[in-house]
């Protein structure tokens, strides 16, 4: 059983940064796509980043330049580096996995992954 466990949110200034951990067990997969999405009150879900077993990574225009999505495939653990915190950023962050060789792996499509985490919440006060 895929099991993702969030860590890392919190509250920070405008322009501040944080940086999100999601620890992965229970698949032996070689192929996965993995990544993170966003669901603000009242808002739908929103993809922040994606990087697949290969490396190849994926992100929402409203994070490009700001967020950096990494992997230790040693640790089984996928981190997402955010910059320059804005308070558009706020919202729950959940890590979500999908796994084989046609995985979702775009910023766009981790959303509809079927594995995911019980979210951990960033909060960026106006």
């Known amino acids: 059983q895929v099991q993702l466990v969030e860590s890392g949110g919190g509250s920070v200034q405008s322009g501040g940064s944080l940086r999100l951990s999601c620890a992965a067990s229970?698949?032996?997969?070689?192929?996965?796509?993995m990544g993170w999405f966003r669901q603000a009150p009242g808002k739908e879900r929103e993809g922040v980043a994606a990087?697949?077993?290969?490396?190849?990574?994926s992100y929402a225009d409203s994070v490009k330049g700001r967020f950096t999505i990494s992997q230790d495939n040693a640790k089984n653990t996928v981190s997402l580096q955010m910059n320059n915190l804005k308070p558009e950023d706020t919202a729950m962050y959940y890590c979500?996995?999908?796994?084989?060789?046609?995985?979702?792996?775009?910023?766009?499509?981790?959303?509809?992954?079927?594995?995911w985490g019980q979210g951990t919440e960033v909060t960026v006060p106006s």
């Open positions: 979500a996995a999908d796994l084989g060789p046609n995985c979702l792996g775009s910023a766009s499509t981790i959303p509809l992954a079927p594995h």
């Open positions: 229970g698949y032996t997969y070689s192929s996965y796509c």
């Open positions: 990087i697949d077993s290969d490396g190849s990574t």
